[in-house]
């Protein structure tokens, strides 16, 4: 098992920054997430970073909502094409996509029909998608809502492979563990982050120690079972506490001391 940050997680860095902190924390590698920078998309640019601190990229998240990127391709089909073309430039073996929004109604086709064909004839990258949060919406405080289509422990079998997330699962009231035995022969990769309620809320994205999940028996168990996939730690900058870079280098080191304790390695630091 591999450990990797993902750039989402510091966000309102620039990316040579987020790769210098994950190698000085000692992580496996780097998942990048495709947003509007362009820093995000440029593979050469990507590649002297990977040379520049000795990280290879281990997967790329395509982008959330594709029409709102300037030069990118505007439907779900094309942009999960375009990624992973991004992904064989910089090496990554992994793509991560979302489920279809609520209207999306051609990428619930594509997702159903056409998507095992188009991954036969592109192998490289594997194609892993992603469970989705149930989320709260300012002008629907009542309880939470289900935003995504064929976001159901059912459907998510369906698909050849699945990057099991672990706060989305807290905020259905699913156990990742629990799910990951009934669904591992699915996951090729993992997005790892803790949740915490706050009243009748799910917080999202918090840190690996930091929660109601126990993330810990999740990774022994994932050692144990020998997953040679890779886990990405994917959390909020607020919960890096990312306006102090000080603070976020101090929980980024602890998120990986974290990781390699319950895989059964201990840290070096």
Known sequence: MRFALSTGSLYTYGLDRVFALAAEAGFDGIEVLVDPRFDT???????RLMERYSLPILSVHAPFRPKRLAAWPRSQAESIAATAELARAVGAGIIIVHLPHLGERDYVRWLRNDMRTWQQAHPNPVIAVENMPLKWIRWWPFAPLELWQMNRLEEWGTFPHLN??????????????????????????????????????????????????????????????????????????????????????????????????HRGVMSNE
Request: glycine share 4%; net charge neutral; proline share 3%.
């Open 164 to 261: 099991l997330d672990t706060t989305h699962l807290a905020t259905k009231g699913l156990d990742p563990l629990i799910v990951y035995q009934r669904l591992r022969e699915r996951v090729v990769h993992v997005h790892l982050s803790n949740a915490r309620r706050e009243g009748r809320r799910v917080r999202e994205h918090l840190r690996l120690e930091d929660g109601f999940l126990s993330l810990d028996a999740f990774l022994s168990r994932l050692a144990q079972d020998g997953y040679d996939g890779i886990a990405t730690v994917e959390l909020h900058p607020e919960a890096l506490d990312a306006e102090d870079e000080e603070k976020a280098r101090f929980h980024l080191k602890q998120q990986m001391a974290f990781c390699r304790q």
């Open 41 to 47: 998309r440029q593979p050469i640019y990507l590649q």
